[in-house]
T-cell receptor, first 112, second 113 residues
Framework: SQKIEQNSEALNIQEGKTATLTCNYT??????LQWYRQDPGRGPVFLLL?????KEKRKERLKVTFDTTLKQSLFHITASQPADSATYLC???????????FGSGTRLSIRP | DAGVIQSPRHEVTEMGQEVTLRCKPI?????LFWYRQTMMRGLELLIY????????DSGMPEDRFSAKMPNASFSTLKIQPSEPRDSAVYFC???????????FGQGTRLTVV
């Protein structure tokens, strides 16, 4: 069955450093992969989408890579700030755009 | 647009009672999703609709759960009878067909005592 794995342990990073989160998937070949941010008590909010023919995508301090051979996506936040503290979820998507399934998320904490 | 609107925000009910959660998707979106989130199981997809038609309900835990979408602007998730293990945050999300991005509501925190 399809499986999505993210770091289950919280990631603690010093302010100013680069945070790197990992998303691994098995038993399917997604056409794209999305990253969302979730703050406590709120619903997830879309950040970035990367397609299978794209190796890398950037948005301000965020960078996402997508390696279809390794079946892995990396999510980077450069020059991290305490306001970046949140849970980050990945969602690999299939050829059908309708079904969106999420990984368990990684809680990121940026300390001043 | 006000975004995806869910009601109620919080619901506390006694075991055995019927619970109905409501969702209004973003106007023009034709895919709607119901998710359940717990610490143990993360964000689980329960069911999703496309053009008001249920496409995949394989995530619905059991027959006590049912969902409907009578029109493009309204959906309900019903639990009857409710049990303490149903306690969770339930999210509704919508998306534009052909585009993958999902927009989430603020969720309903359900507590069954």
């Amino acid at each position: 069955s399809q499986k999505i794995e993210q770091n289950s342990e919280a990631l603690n990073i010093q302010e100013g450093k680069t945070a790197t989160l990992t998303c691994n998937y098995t038993n399917y070949s997604p056409a794209y992969l999305q990253w969302y941010r979730q703050d406590p008590g709120r619903g997830p909010v879309f950040l970035l989408l990367i397609r299978e023919n794209e190796k890398e995508k950037r948005k301000e301090r965020l960078k996402v890579t997508f390696d279809t051979t390794l079946k892995q996506s990396l999510f980077h936040i450069t020059a991290s700030q305490p306001a970046d503290s949140a849970t980050y979820l990945c969602a690999p998507g299939g050829s059908s755009a309708s079904k969106i399934i999420f990984g368990s998320g990684t809680r990121l904490s940026i300390r001043p | 647009d006000a975004g995806v609107i869910q009601s109620p925000r919080h619901e506390v009910t006694e075991m055995g009672q019927e619970v109905t959660l409501r969702c209004k998707p973003i106007s023009g979106h034709n895919s709607l999703f119901w998710y359940r989130q717990t610490m143990m199981r993360g964000l689980e997809l329960l069911i999703y609709f496309n053009n008001n038609v249920p496409i995949d309900d394989s995530g619905m835990p059991e027959d006590r759960f049912s969902a409907k979408m009578p029109n493009a602007s309204f959906s309900t998730l019903k639990i009857q009878p409710s049990e303490p293990r149903d306690s969770a945050v339930y999210f509704c999300a919508s998306s534009l067909d052909g585009r993958a991005t999902a927009f989430f509501g603020q969720g309903t925190r359900l507590t069954v005592v």
